[in-house]
């Protein structure tokens, strides 16, 4: 446990009842950082963050919060040092958005609930931060999903909380929306000094707003580290069980399992103009090559997951005879040749030669499919 930690665990396990989900959790959390939990379904995410807010007690071990034991806080006391906002869609009856923002505020108002001037800022105050301050008086019940999440982290923001618990944000989100909450949080999260823990299903998303990841599996933690230790070599792979296609660390990006057969088609690419050209022939269930493919290349990732064959060359070499002869032998025994390339350098030069080659052996060469 590191000193500026202001939320760790000890030996901690969580569950229902008798029965133990995770087992023997340990792991701390700073301010201004934002902890992500991924798993495969089942795994216990939703069961841990609960626990973390003490929704659920823990079966054994112990949850810290600042420096205290979770279950030395009294509850008025831990709604000022935490919030959350858990799955579903609440629907409250007949509430504004001010109203359900005002909610966050109730550790700090007497018996009857009554805001104080205090109150009403830090209300107009998360609102304003999180965008909200326009929807003050709509139903929150007729807002989109993208709105919804808004309001319910402004409420959590008007809790004032130093940690802040949530159980996958973005499901219901589009893309845009995904992307603009998780930019918000991010930096409410640093400008406030909050430590935040999410749970998600969107690894790249959590590969590129994280902080540190938390990895379930079997009933215990896999992986707890930076994004960089986590989304590395085939860990994705190995901990969600992929079968069926692969996970591209680098890139983020899901792809499915190459047309099997020997290659019909020969696609000579590079720097991106390949991409479009693979994902058209695995949609049509065409099996292809490509090749030469510097191992640095922006087509390599895409074409090494949906290619039959891929011959590549080392990063910043030109090609070399061993790589262009096999290139030289699967083209050939291809039906066609597509190369939408316009122009060639000096490291994939003799990629121009391969085409020549095409060429001369009447190899149907195009830029583009039909």
């Not at 000193?3 to 989900?21: H, K, N, P, R």
């Not at 316009?342 to 499919?369: K, M, P, Y």
């Amino acid at each position: 446990m590191s000193d500026a930690s202001f939320l760790y665990t000890e030996a901690l396990s969580v569950g229902y009842g008798a029965s133990v989900v995770l087992n023997g959790v340990e792991v701390s959390l700073s301010p201004g950082e934002i902890l992500t939990v991924i798993a495969p379904n089942g795994m216990g995410k939703s069961t841990l963050l609960k626990t973390l807010i003490r929704q659920l007690p823990a079966l054994s071990g112990a949850v810290f919060l600042d420096g205290l034991s979770l279950t030395s806080y009294p509850e008025r006391e831990l709604a000022k040092k935490s919030a959350a906002v858990l799955t579903g869609k609440p629907e409250p009856e007949k509430m504004t958005c001010e109203e359900v923002v005002s909610a966050g505020r109730y550790p700090y108002t007497g018996r009857l609930g009554i805001l104080s001037p205090d109150d009403v800022l830090a209300v107009e105050e998360a609102m304003s931060l999180v965008r909200v301050l326009p929807l003050r008086d709509r139903d929150f019940n007729c807002l989109s999903d993208g709105q919804r999440q808004r309001v319910l982290l402004a409420r959590a923001i008007a809790q004032d909380p130093k940690l802040l618990v949530m159980d996958e944000p973005t499901s219901f989100l589009d893309i845009r929306h995904k992307l603009e909450f998780l930019h918000l949080l991010k930096k409410l999260v640093r400008e406030k000094q909050i430590a935040a823990v999410l749970s998600m299903h969107e690894l790249d998303l959590a590969q590129k707003f994280s902080d540190t990841v938390l990895c379930l599996r079997d009933g215990h933690v896999d992986r707890f580290g930076p994004p960089e230790e986590i989304f590395t070599g085939g860990y994705i792979e190995q901990l969600f069980q992929v079968e069926y296609g692969s996970y591209d660390t680098r890139f983020g990006s899901l792809e499915p399992p190459p047309v099997s057969g020997s290659p019909q088609i020969f696609v000579i690419a590079g720097g991106g103009e390949g991409i479009p050209v693979y994902r058209t022939l695995h949609r049509k269930g065409i099996p292809f090559a490509a090749g030469v493919l510097h191992e640095n290349d922006l087509d390599y990732p895409v074409a090494s997951a949906l290619a039959s064959v891929v011959i590549s060359e080392r990063a910043f070499e030109p090609i070399g005879e061993e790589a262009f002869e096999k290139a030289r032998a699967v083209m050939l025994s291809c039906r066609e040749v597509i190369c939408p390339l316009q122009h060639f350098g000096s490291v994939n030069q003799r990629n121009e030669e391969l085409l020549a080659i095409a060429r001369d052996h009447n190899v149907s060469a195009i830029e583009r499919l039909k």
